[in-house]
Nanobody, 125 residues
Framework: VQLQASGGGLVQAGGSLRLSCAAS????????VGWFRQAPGKEREFVAA????????SYAESVKGRFTISKDNVKNTVYLQMNSLSPEDTAVYYC???????????????????WGQGTQVTVSS
């Protein structure tokens, strides 16, 4: 599976962005797709994930209520709608996918097999 992340950019605090993660080579049908982010000097952290089969979702506490992960079955794409952005959300955002992920491990980046190239999100104050 090849993943293409897009939609990043520069936005002012309080603004919104929508990231996209498109798959090629295979459908997401049996996959879990996650979003992770990495800020300069920090470790990569979990943001959100969605299990394609039943749309089960998981969010990091820091983004709950502000970010929404969703999927488009026709376009084979996962979205991350990000609202009320703050400078603390500035990071490179990566999408990742893998099969056979159970709910309790959706936040663990080590178990995701496929990764996109990342898209930069910069939030100015």
């Amino acid at each position: 599976v090849q993943l293409q992340a897009s939609g990043g950019g520069l936005v002012q605090a309080g603004g919104s962005l929508r990231l996209s993660c498109a798959a090629s080579g295979r459908t997401f049908r049996s996959y879990t797709v996650g979003w992770f982010r990495q800020a300069p000097g920090k470790e990569r952290e979990f943001v959100a994930a969605i299990r394609w089969s039943d749309s089960t979702t998981s969010y990091a506490e820091s983004v709950k209520g502000r970010f929404t992960i969703s999927k488009d079955n026709v376009k084979n794409t996962v979205y991350l709608q990000m609202n009320s952005l703050s400078p603390e959300d500035t990071a490179v955002y990566y999408c990742a996918a893998s099969q056979g992920i159970i709910i309790t491990t959706m936040r663990n980046s080590a178990i995701y097999r496929y990764w996109g190239q990342g898209t930069q999100v910069t939030v100015s104050s």
